[in-house]
């Protein structure tokens, strides 16, 4: 809460990711200094290490997903719009939020995260990261059977 | 083999409802060579692998605009693409009639003298995003 208000200007994703791998470092010195100190073989210690890291690693991503769900989701945007307004028509819907804004919105957080870089009117890849992770989406999709739309 | 509809819902009774009834059943019937606290931390690590995999889902079931832009200038001959190139790919079928048509099927929405409506669940669910936006200091998500 306090990071988000402190940051205002950044990235909204940035902020998560920070606050979580800050949270990451409080998390993990209260549990050395009450729990890991305490355990006497050194096998307990690295599976505590180890069971500490992935529930709490798997409940960081759980999170970001949620955060950037609220974000970026269309269909949280839709319930909103739909929800501001009391009712909406199909038409209605696609006048007030169409293609082209989902993907310039889409296009400036892919610049302002440094996914994409641009320059001279054209967007390329620039920090490789999230672009790998389209492409084991991808590949995912294809394991799942699902028909490869945009 | 075809997905359910409700992909979503079908991934918590799986990976959630199921394994949640057979801890209680363990718990509750006698649990073997376990302790309830063992137990209990079999629950909390299969919860936190289980809600990465669902939270991740609809990256690849609602095809998220952001990777597919990713994929799209990656396999691009020139290795860069405008704004306007970008937006040719999609259309207004893909990119929001789909995800209305997602929201009736799950139950969040539905058509009434040709308008959609909030449900009570989603009049909930919504009202907890804008709260918990609210308390980050932010704005609704611009989606």
Redesign the interface.
Known sequence: ?CL??LY?KRP?QQVAIFAIVLAFLCTTAILAVFVWQNLRLFNDVIASVA?SM??Y???A??YF??FN????????????E??KA?????TK??DM???????????K??VDTN??RL?D?????DNRL??F???I??F??RV???PY?? | ?K?PKNDVLTLFVIFLGIPLCVFFLLVFKGQGNWDTIELL?IL??H???A??Y???Y?????????????????SSAK?????EE??R????D????R??D??EIYG??EK?D?????KPI??V???L??F??R????P????
């Open positions: 809460m988000a208000r205002r909204v069971y992935i529930v690693w798997g409940f991503t759980f997903h949620l769900t609220s974000e970026t989701a269309r269909r949280i945007k839709l319930l909103y739909i929800d009391g009712s909406l028509s199909e819907i696609t939020y169409s293609t082209n804004d989902i993907v310039r919105l889409r296009l957080r892919l996914q994409l320059r009117g054209n967007y390329s890849i999230l672009y992770a389209a492409l989406v991808a995912w999709q799942l059977g699902m739309t945009k | 083999m997905p931390q909390i690590l919860s936190s692998l809600l990465v669902i939270a991740s609809p990256a690849a079931q609602a095809h998220s605009p952001s990777l597919s832009i990713l994929l799209i200038i990656g290795g860069h693409l405008t704004a970008i937006n790919q999609y259309t207004t893909q990119t929001i009639i995800r209305v997602e929201l969040m929405i009434r040709n308008v959609f409506i909030l989603a009049r669910i919504i009202r995003y804008i918990y936006r308390l980050l200091g932010l609704p998500g611009e989606g």
